[in-house]
T-cell receptor, first 117, second 111 residues
């Protein structure tokens, strides 16, 4: 059962374009929605994240839009650059028991983004 | 200075062998994780330990056995390796914050 669905699977844009990656989730117990960026041969790294009580968050050229009622969120990359070419994963967090730290992240399937010069 | 480190980076072995992957974090976190990334790049949680206690144990063959000797280390031992075990395995750690920090990965190839 895939609880976080991500689309598109791959995306090619020209430099300066605005790629948009979409995710949808099912479980209303999720309390935090991060996006991870992964370059070839590297581990995923946190890019930006949002909590469900906020509809939008911007960090530099990266923006998350969040629609709680639709259970959807998306990543927008403004003025995209060839260096943004990577695989992007959305995720949704469900905390462990309140006595313990840590949480379960459920990842989307990933989007391979290519930004052509 | 590496936050989450894994060894080895590459592991090539024959079917039926037993192998281990080691993970160490120097962030002072008390929760550590193992993820498997398959050939389609899908990331799936396998195990999680909090203060050396197993918290998450997904539907993973019992040939896979995690061991956490202390809060800073989480190792993964795999018995009787199969072709389908070929993947990239990532270790991660987190604390009371929300972010999980990932290691660089171990690419396991079973021949």
């Amino acid at each position: 059962q895939q609880q976080v669905k991500q689309s598109p699977q791959s995306l090619i844009v020209q430099k300066g374009g605005i790629p948009i990656i979409n995710c949808a989730y099912e479980n209303t117990a999720f309390d935090y929605f991060p996006w991870y960026q992964q370059f070839p041969g590297k581990g995923p790294a946190l890019l930006i994240a949002i909590r469900p009580d906020v509809s939008e968050k911007k960090e530099g050229r990266f923006t998350i839009s969040f629609n709680k009622s639709a259970k959807q969120f998306s990543l927008h990359i403004m003025d995209s650059q060839p260096g943004d070419s990577a695989t992007y994963f959305c995720a949704a967090r469900k905390p462990f028991l309140h006595e313990t730290s840590g949480s379960r992240l459920t990842f989307g399937e990933g989007t391979q983004l290519t930004v052509n010069p | 200075d590496t936050a989450v480190s894994q060894t080895p980076k590459y592991l090539v072995t024959q079917m039926g062998n037993d192998k281990s992957i080691k993970c160490e974090q120097n962030l002072g976190h008390d929760t550590m994780y193992w993820y498997k990334q398959d050939s389609k790049k899908f990331l799936k949680i396998m195990f999680s330990y909090n203060n050396k206690e197993l918290i998450i144990n997904e539907t993973v063959p019992n040939r896979f056995s995690p061991k956490s000797p202390d809060k800073a280390h989480l190792n993964l031992h795999i018995n009787s390796l199969e072709l389908g075990d070929s993947a990239v395995y990532f270790c991660a750690s987190s604390s009371w914050g929300y972010e999980q920090f990932f290691g660089p990965g171990t690419r396991l190839t079973v021949l």
